[in-house]
């Protein structure tokens, strides 16, 4: 099976992004397809149909407030979450990736 097309499903770490991912990764491995799940470490809690193997956790966060400090934490939270996605992309040479989330 490990010449089956591989599909990233990227979701945010909360159930909203998450269930909807996880209803398409069902479908998809019935028809064949590897897949895996590109998120943050929130999804890490919720148990579902994508093993620990089948997740990769890329360092994410959210803007709050306007403290310049905190600005500057969360920008460089981005830009290596921003890194490691697009390093993971290349190194698995996904056909397509699928986004869940706003």
Not at 21 to 27: H, M
Not at 42 to 60: C, H, N, Q, T, W
Not at 65 to 74: D, K
Not at 83 to 101: H, N, S, T, Y
């Amino acid at each position: 099976m490990t010449d089956a097309p591989l599909i990233l499903l990227a979701a945010g770490g909360t159930g909203g992004h998450l269930f909807p991912a996880e209803a398409l990764g069902v479908v998809l491995m019935k028809r064949g397809w590897r897949v895996r799940l590109v998120t943050d470490a929130r999804a890490l809690k919720y148990s579902g149909v994508f093993s620990r193997e089948m997740i990769d956790v890329v360092p994410s966060e959210t803007f709050r407030g306007r403290n310049p400090i905190s600005i500057a934490r969360t920008a460089i939270t981005l830009g290596t979450g921003t890194g490691v996605a697009m390093d993971l992309m290349w190194r698995l040479e996904a056909a397509p990736v699928i986004g869940f989330g706003g």
